[in-house]
């Protein structure tokens, strides 16, 4: 069974760091491009980050560049997310997922594996 579980969420002051990570088990996800997406009370889930299968590809949100950053450890089926610098309007649930072969990166319905998602809290 494919499961995807994400932590280090949290509450945080604008201006902190967060580190969130998502563990892949029942299969491995080394040839897969993996995300980040978020999704804040009302709006849709949006893209924020993704990584090639060996690293070696990484895409940004326009909104996190600069101070996100996604990196992955295929040895450990891992991936994550350090964000640095956050601003309240990074409030939401974050999600990782895995993408299938085809599509676009920035695209949710491109991912076919989900994990449950952990929230994510900047007060100001």
């Known amino acids: 069974q494919v499961q995807l579980v994400e932590s280090g969420g949290g509450l945080v002051q604008a201006g902190g760091s967060l580190r969130l990570s998502c563990a892949a088990s029942?299969?491995?996800?080394?040839?897969?491009?993996m995300g980040w997406f978020r999704q804040a009370p009302g709006k849709e889930r949006e893209f924020v980050a993704a990584?090639?299968?060996?690293?070696?590809?990484?895409f940004y949100a326009d909104s996190v560049k600069g101070r996100f950053t996604i990196s992955r450890d295929n040895a450990k089926n891992t991936v994550y997310l350090q964000m640095n610098s956050l601003k309240p309007e990074d409030t939401a649930v974050y999600y990782c997922g895995v993408k299938d072969y085809s599509g676009n990166y920035y695209n949710a319905a491109e991912y076919v594996y989900w994990g449950q998602g952990t929230q994510v809290t900047v007060s100001s």
């Open positions: 029942g299969r491995s996800f080394s040839s897969y491009t």
């Open positions: 990584i090639s299968w060996n690293g070696g590809r990484l």
